[in-house]
């Protein structure tokens, strides 16, 4: 299956720093990427869905100045978790949505490997 | 409205028994997509699989298969002669179809804990 890649895996921060987590489709080209985040014992909960070179698109109740998203290129997504408070300690897990080929049925999501977050 | 249940919470198998995770979906689309993604202690989702709604066929890779039966709405996974590396959390997931554009977002069940034991 396509590869993706999530850096850093680990992070520990003091409270009211920023953090950035890379998110990287590594041998295939993605319109859409997503972001979840997942808490322990729990399902995956989509905060934000990631549309290369337009603005990302917010779930529910999930603030968009706080879990700021840029989707710059094809392969390439960023979360930034401004002001990250110890409510934000979580397991950050992207992905990328292989592309529809024409005449092709359906797309699969691929996930990273997660980033560990913890905010002090 | 579209919903995953996976029913078992948690499982504990000896290695080498086989094993079966339930999963049932609910959806008013025709054409639908369903995954199963497994998710090891490392925290990384893997992909296992995807089925399209108009085909019913069951798949088989090694020692696993899946069971997919519209008329139940369930989509069951089948591990055979289960090893201690099967050991993780496998989620079983539903995406419905937009029409003329991009598949829909990822629903997902809540996860089964497979445990296997030597």
């Known amino acids: 299956g396509a590869v993706v890649s999530q850096h850093p895996s680990w992070v520990i921060c003091k409270s009211g720093t920023s953090v950035k987590i890379e998110c990287r489709s590594l041998d295939f080209q993605a319109t859409t990427m997503f972001w979840y985040r997942q808490f322990p014992k729990q399902s995956l909960m989509l905060m934000a869905t990631s549309n290369e070179g337009s603005k990302a698109t917010y779930e529910q109740g999930v603030e968009k100045d706080k879990f700021l998203i840029n989707h710059a290129s094809l392969t390439l997504s960023t979360l930034t978790v401004t002001s990250a408070h110890p409510e934000d300690s979580s397991f950050y897990i992207c992905s990328a949505r292989e592309p529809r080929i024409a005449g092709g049925i359906g797309e699969t999501q691929y996930f990273g490997p997660g980033t560990r977050l913890l905010v002090l | 409205a579209q919903k995953v249940t996976q029913a078992q919470t948690e499982i504990s198998v000896v290695e080498k028994e086989d094993v079966t995770l339930d999963c049932v979906y609910e959806t008013r689309d025709t054409t639908y997509y369903l995954f199963w993604y497994k998710q090891p202690p490392s925290g990384e989702l893997v992909f296992l699989i995807r089925?399209?709604?108009?085909?019913?066929q069951n798949e088989i890779s090694g020692r696993y298969s899946w069971n997919f039966q519209k008329s139940t709405s369930s989509f069951n996974f089948t591990i055979t002669a289960s090893q201690v590396v099967d050991s993780a959390v496998y989620f079983c997931?539903?995406?419905?179809?937009?029409?003329?554009?991009?598949?829909?977002?990822?629903?997902f069940g809540k996860g089964t804990k497979l445990s296997v034991k030597p």
């Open positions: 089925r399209n709604s108009f085909d019913e």
């Open positions: 997931a539903l995406s419905e179809d937009n029409y003329g554009g991009s598949q829909g977002n990822l629903i």
